[in-house]
């Protein structure tokens, strides 16, 4: 029996929800934006779709500029850092097992909230997920040179941070993660100050909502100054069951729990066996989506 519609399009369902995602920055987002692209999927013939998912990344594509063009204006109002909503994924997949998957993590997304929409878009289509110049052009509704010129805007703004992603190492990340933890815990600022890079930053996304820092921090002292203050009182308060270890946007990262309610999340951002960038969710609205797994995985 052929495939029906409905199957053809739930095949792309994860693969979409990614694309949106890294468009928008929100899970949310993306996943109502999927939702949408498969009630307009429902309403052709698929035997009349010679590529099936040219057309729904099209539409996708589409529909989360869209959204995003109207975004922007509440972004520019966000009380303190933005971070993007957590994309949540299991780190026993074979894609993940050995690999960081760096086109979601935290420190890309907030680097590409510097990009128009239409360069957003070029760059994460072309040289995120492959797509060729030709492809990008049709999507956008523009031509190929000005596709090129969009995607080569963004690199330039981005930096050294656009070029092709070496994988992470899984188990020297986790290892920094667990000797951070460690040394916050115990209040060890010597063993601290050496799981940090000299340019550390810290990113910390309250909302308005939750007691955050209202500036990204940088500077190991800096960082190392806050941590002790809010973190370590924080974690000898909920006790070591209410720390889990959880996979989210691409690395291993840390959820801290209270009363069954995720009240922190940390992602870090490792390079030669340093935290170099740690992203804290505090926002709610935000941290709702680890109540998905749950405080046991």
Not at 28 to 54: G, H, R
Not at 217 to 227: K, P, S, Y
Not at 266 to 292: E, Q
């Amino acid at each position: 029996m052929p495939p029906t519609a409905v199957d053809i399009f739930e095949s792309y369902r994860r693969t979409l929800i990614g694309l949106v995602y890294r468009i928008t920055g929100s899970m949310s987002d993306a996943e109502d934006i999927t939702q949408d692209t498969f009630l307009k999927w429902n309403q052709v013939d698929p035997q009349t779709i010679q590529c099936p998912y040219a057309w729904l990344a099209k539409v996708a594509t589409r529909l989360a500029l869209d959204h995003l063009k109207s975004a922007r204006v509440q972004r520019v109002s966000y009380p303190g850092p933005w971070l993007p909503e957590p994309f949540i994924t299991d780190s026993e997949t074979p894609d993940q097992r050995y690999a960081l998957d760096q086109s979601i993590t935290m420190a890309l997304l907030v680097l590409l909230e510097q990009l128009s929409p239409d360069e957003r878009a070029s760059f994460i289509l072309h040289d995120l997920l492959q797509f060729t110049f030709p492809e990008v052009a049709n999507i956008l509704r523009k031509t190929d040179t000005a596709c090129r010129k969009m995607a080569s805007r963004a690199r330039a703004k981005m930096g050294a941070e656009s070029r092709p992603f070496k994988p992470g190492n899984k188990d020297e990340h986790e290892q920094v993660i667990a000797a951070f933890f460690s040394a916050v815990k115990q209040g060890d600022v010597s063993a601290l100050l050496s799981v940090l890079s000299d340019n550390i930053s810290l990113h910390a996304d309250g909302g308005g909502k939750a007691i955050a820092a209202q500036d990204i921090l940088q500077g190991r002292e800096a960082v190392t100054a806050f941590v002790l203050e809010r973190l370590t009182p924080a974690l000898s308060a909920v006790g070591s069951a209410a720390i889990q270890s959880t996979w989210f946007n691409g690395a291993p990262g840390v959820v801290i729990w209270a009363n069954s309610e995720p009240v922190s999340a940390f992602n870090f951002a490792v390079d030669s066996g340093k935290i170099c960038t740690i992203h804290a969710l505090r926002n709610p609205d935000k941290l709702r989506f680890f109540k998905r797994v749950g405080p046991t995985g």
